[in-house]
C-alpha cells in the first residue's frame, strides 16, 4: 500500500502562465487581432511570484502551472526542450526564484509534464523526417514516413511519442535524471500528467512511483476526462483531475439530472475509487480546457453552490485563475484572457465566496480528509445532502444543497449515531441560519440554489457535552 508524503491541500490554484501576469505582478494585455495560439500575452513566471499573496489571499496552497518548458505556441504544449524553462516565462533562473518562493510559503508547486507528444518543431522530431536512418525515427509512429504518422487528436503540430521506446521512457520518465526526476529535484512538488488517457493507467503509475521516489509531496495527478476508476487504483495515480466530478455538478445545475442521480454519481466514485486517490483528485469546474463558470452560469448563485461543492466533496478544489473574480469566457481560446488585476473588475461576492469557502475548508478536518456519507432525502426531493465525518463527531459537516429554482424545507434525515437529539446545528456558511437534531433528522429552509454547510454548535451546554462518550484524556 502506498504511502502519501502529505494530506490533501486546501486548494489548488491553475495558472495559465502566458496570461496571468507579467514581470513585476504588472498585467498583461492582448490584442483582439492577436492569434490565439501563437502570441504572447507577456506572461512570466516572476509576474507569478510576484502575485503570490494574491493566491495565498483565496486561501489556495499550491500552483498547478500549465507547461513551463520552451515551445514554439503561447500554451506551451508543443514542447522542443524539457529540460528548459521557455524565455518568453523567463527561463530556468525564472523557475529557480518561484520554487523556492513557494517553499518559503509552504505551497506546492505543480508542474504539466507534456509526455504523450512533443511539437512538430521538436529536434527528434525533426531529425526522424531527414532520412530513414535516422535513429529518431523510432520515437514517433509513423503511418507513411515521413508524410504521415501518428498525432495528438489529429493535430499534426503535435506528433505522438512512441512512448514504448526505451530511449524515450529513459529521457522522459524512468532514468536516473529523466524530466520527471529532474524539475522534482529542482523544486517542482508534483507532476499533473497531460493526457493521462493516453499514457494509460500502467504508464501514469510508474510516473506517480517515480514521485514518490523523489519525495514529491503532491505526487501525480492525471488529467482523465471520463470516469476515471481504473487510473485510481491502490497503486495508480495519486489522484485525477476530476471531470466526472464537474460533468456531474454541471448537469445538476442545468437541471439536466435530478439530485438523485447526482447523488448516484457522487456515491459510486466513493465507492469505487482507491480513497486516498478520491480525496487528493482535483474538483474542477473550470479549466484552460472548458468555458469559464461566469459564462455557463451568469448568476452568482448556481456559481456559490458550484464552489461549495468542490469545497465539500472529497478531493481538493481547483480554481482556475479568475474564475474567484468572475472572470468570463466561453470555450477554447477566449477562456484563455488574461488575468483582470484591476478590482473595479472583479465580483467582490465571489471572491469573498472562495475566501470563505477556503477558510472553512482549512479548519476543517472533516473536509479534507474525512469520510464521505450519503444521507437519504425524499423521493423527487430537489435536494442533495450527504455529511463529511471523522473519528471526532465535534468535527461532522452536513451538507445541504437545493438544485432548484424553487424554496425548500423539509426534514433532513441524519444516519450518524452521534448526532445526538437537541444537538445544536450551525451553518459555517452562514452563522445565522441554526437548527437542532431530533430523533436523527433536522428541519431546515434553503433558497434556490442555495447550500448549507451544518456542524455541531458548541456541544457544550453547562455543566454537559453531547460527545463526553467520544472524548479521550491526553
Known amino acids: 500500500m502506498r504511502q502519501f508524503l502529505r494530506p490533501p491541500r486546501t486548494a489548488i490554484y491553475e495558472v495559465f502562465v502566458d496570461r496571468f501576469a507579467g514581470p513585476g505582478g504588472e498585467p498583461v494585455t492582448l490584442s483582439d487581432d492577436a492569434s490565439p495560439w501563437r502570441t504572447h500575452a507577456g506572461g512570466s513566471l516572476s509576474g507569478i511570484r510576484e502575485r503570490l499573496d494574491h493566491v495565498n489571499e483565496i486561501g489556495c496552497d499550491a500552483l498547478y502551472l500549465t507547461p513551463i518548458f520552451a515551445a514554439r ?123 493521462a488517457n493516453d499514457l494509460g493507467p500502467k504508464l501514469s503509475s510508474c510516473i506517480a512511483a517515480i514521485t514518490e521516489e523523489e519525495q514529491a509531496p503532491d505526487g501525480a495527478i492525471g488529467e482523465v476526462m471520463a470516469y476515471a476508476e481504473e487510473f485510481v487504483s491502490d497503486d495508480g495515480l495519486h489522484g485525477v483531475m476530476n471531470y466526472y466530478f464537474r460533468a456531474t455538478v454541471l448537469a445538476l445545475l442545468k437541471g439536466e439530472i435530478c439530485p438523485a442521480q447526482a447523488a448516484t454519481n457522487l456515491k459510486r466514485m466513493v465507492k469505487r475509487y482507491h480513497y486516498p486517490a478520491l480525496l487528493r483528485s482535483w474538483n474542477m469546474l473550470a479549466s484552460h480546457d472548458t468555458p469559464r463558470l461566469a459564462s455557463l452560469f451568469p448568476d452568482f448563485e448556481r456559481r456559490r453552490l458550484a464552489f461549495a461543492l468542490a469545497f465539500s466533496y472529497p478531493g481538493v478544489p481547483l480554481i482556475y485563475y479568475g474564475e474567484e473574480v468572475g472572470s468570463h469566457g466561453g470555450p477554447d481560446p477566449v477562456n484563455r484572457a488574461p488575468m483582470p488585476w484591476e478590482p473595479a473588475q472583479w465580483d467582490k461576492a465571489m471572491l469573498d465566496c472562495i475566501k470563505l469557502l477556503s477558510s472553512v475548508r482549512s479548519k476543517r478536518l472533516a473536509l479534507r480528509e474525512g469520510r464521505y456519507e450519503s444521507l437519504p432525502q425524499p423521493a423527487h426531493s430537489s435536494v442533495l445532502a450527504f455529511a463529511r465525518v471523522t473519528g471526532n463527531p465535534a468535527d461532522t459537516v452536513i451538507v445541504v444543497a437545493n438544485a432548484r429554482e424553487t424554496r425548500v424545507e423539509g426534514k433532513i434525515f441524519v444516519p450518524l449515531s452521534s448526532m445526538f437529539d437537541s444537538l445544536p446545528l450551525m451553518d459555517l456558511l452562514a452563522p445565522e441560519r441554526v437548527t437542532r437534531m431530533e430523533s436523527g433528522t433536522f428541519v431546515t429552509c434553503l433558497e434556490p440554489f442555495d447550500i448549507a454547510f451544518f456542524a455541531p454548535s458548541d456541544a457544550k451546554r453547562p455543566r454537559y457535552s453531547f460527545f463526553k462518550g467520544y472524548e479521550t484524556s491526553e
Not at 523556492?100 to 509552504?106: F, P, T
Not at 530513414?132 to 508524410?147: K, L, M, Q, V
Not at 512512448?163 to 529535484?185: A, C, K, M, Y
Request: with cysteine.
Open 73 to 195: 505556441s503561447n500554451h506551451k504544449y508543443d514542447v522542443t526542450d524539457y529540460f528548459h524553462v521557455d524565455e518568453h516565462f523567463g527561463g530556468d533562473a525564472a523557475f529557480d526564484a518561484l520554487a523556492k518562493a513557494c517553499k518559503n510559503r509552504n505551497m506546492g508547486l505543480i508542474l504539466d509534464g507534456v509526455f504523450n507528444h512533443v511539437g512538430a518543431e521538436h529536434p527528434w522530431f525533426q531529425r526522424a523526417k531527414q532520412g530513414p536512418s535516422a535513429p529518431e525515427i523510432a520515437y514517433f509512429r509513423w503511418i507513411d514516413h515521413p508524410h504521415e504518422y501518428e498525432c495528438w487528436q489529429s493535430h499534426q503540430g503535435l506528433p505522438e511519442l512512441n512512448l514504448d521506446h526505451p530511449f524515450v521512457r529513459q529521457t522522459l520518465i524512468e532514468g536516473e535524471n529523466s524530466v520527471v526526476r529532474h524539475w522534482l529535484r529542482r523544486g517542482a512538488t508534483g507532476w499533473r500528467l497531460d493526457c
